[in-house]
DNA sequence: ATGCGCTTGTGCGCTCGATCACAGGTCACC
DNA sequence: GGTGACCTGTGATCGAGCGCACAAGCGCAT
């Protein structure tokens, strides 16, 4: 593929990150599936703790907001065999989706004690999700030793041997943008491969590392569009009296 | 259900929410390209500080993490023109993207004063993107009155003069999820038309409302699914010494 | 036992976004 | 003034994902 010295507009490389390609082993989801199965799941608890035993794809559609098709694709990538006529037997559909996106425990260490570290920290959706916090990092040593909701914060330069000591395997960016880079190379040199960056920053990882971006000013402002491409053109109607 | 004697798979209605259309006046950004014009913006402000007054597509390419091809076509949709042979006038560029996300400021409001809800209260980044917090409310009486950066929480019951009294357009729910939809219900209700939900829930809202999710659970679920399937494709390996 | 209604699984066409490649325009230098 | 290096704007191609529609399968009522 133009190998040579052609490549007019070749531009940057960029590490392929789209779908990791690891060696694949049995199921290769695609995003699109991936991002719905944890919402499907929420749903499906919701019903097992009802005593419902058995879900159509419609109704599981219904409660996640989506397609009844999709859900039917999105199922069918996890080998998961409804019955025809009837619908998916919900607790084996949860053990399914559960094996599926990892299953057990996976620790997670957060790197920055700043209002959205701690929050974050705090936060009861991530252990409800699996995710239970061990360790949190930051670069202020006078927060060194403080706790937060059981974990206590370590200085940065410990990170090496608190994420061995947690077993962590996730790590989650929550510092200001300028010390974003640094926070992800050290995660990666401590040898986390999954990443999770809320920092408002483009950071690059090497090949093989899964980064995830929060950008949570851009959603704002993806809203802030909207909101002003409607107000734009409301405001001639407006002065009506 | 299933009224009508046709209509073999139909499924619900679902409230398009791809792209708004609104009274489309003057330009149909992309999502895609709109999610990433913060990005550029970002890039393009540091630019601005070191004094550089003129940028190719490349290099913006470079310090937003994509590919200049696309950092091209994106600005196309700006009727942003820049020179060619030399680039895009910094200056210029950071109006024209500034202009189509909407300029000015634009007030916020909270609802939900938990871990989360406070976390946001306090976040830098969104008074910095030009999204000020400047209400708080929660449905906790005892919260009543206490500060958060200056803003001090209203009961949700007064929510209506709230967002009236400060003029907010955009509603952030930061509620568990349980409470998730009844937030957005009177963030609808107070005449809010853009919402991002930050809740563990599925919610839904009348057509014209634009909503956005930020789901922390699923991102880490989905880290997790790439941790899962490398650690299983690289165990066989791991007993050796 | 048999028919009928319900539900799954999936092939197909469509749309959207990403990338490539190139023609057209600009500037600097000689 | 001419030439070459550089950069933009965009048409064309490609792939992913979505929704539709339908054939195949299952169970209940009779």
Redesign the pocket.
């Known amino acids: 593929?133009?190998a040579g010295g052609?490549?007019?507009?070749?531009?940057l490389p960029?590490a392929?990150m789209?779908?990791v390609q690891s060696a694949g082993s049995s199921s290769p989801i695609?995003?699109?599936?991936l991002?719905?199965l944890p919402v499907y799941m929420r749903s499906l608890v919701e019903m097992a703790d009802e005593g419902i035993s058995t879900?159509?794809?419609?109704?599981?559609a219904d409660l996640a907001g989506?397609?009844?098709?999709?859900?039917?694709?999105?199922?069918?990538h996890l080998g998961?065999?409804?019955?025809?006529?009837?619908?998916?037997d919900v607790d084996r559909l949860l053990a399914e989706i559960g094996g599926a996106l990892g299953g057990s425990l996976t620790p997670v260490v957060i790197v920055g004690a700043g209002n959205l570290g701690r929050a974050l920290s705090r936060y009861d959706g991530f252990m409800a999700g699996g995710f239970p916090v061990v360790a949190v990092v930051d670069s202020d040593r006078s927060l060194e030793g403080r706790e937060i909701s059981g974990v206590s914060i370590t200085h940065v330069d410990h990170m090496d041997g608190v994420v061995r000591a947690t077993g962590s395997r996730l790590g989650i960016v929550a510092t200001p943008a300028h010390a974003a880079q640094e926070a992800v190379d050290r995660l990666v040199a401590a040898g986390l491969r999954s990443i999770l960056n809320f920092a408002p920053a483009v950071v690059s990882v090497p090949p093989g590392v899964q980064l995830r971006k929060v950008d949570l000013a851009t959603e704002l402002q993806i809203l802030g569009y909207y909101e002003h491409v409607r107000t734009s053109s409301e405001a001639p109607e407006q002065a009506v009296g």
Chains 1, 2 share one sequence.
């Open positions: 593929m133009t052609s490549t007019p507009d070749r531009d960029i392929e789209g779908v695609p995003e699109a599936t991002a719905r879900v159509s794809s419609r109704q599981l989506v397609n009844a098709a999709k859900v039917r694709k999105d199922l069918s998961a065999h409804g019955k025809r006529g009837v619908g998916y």
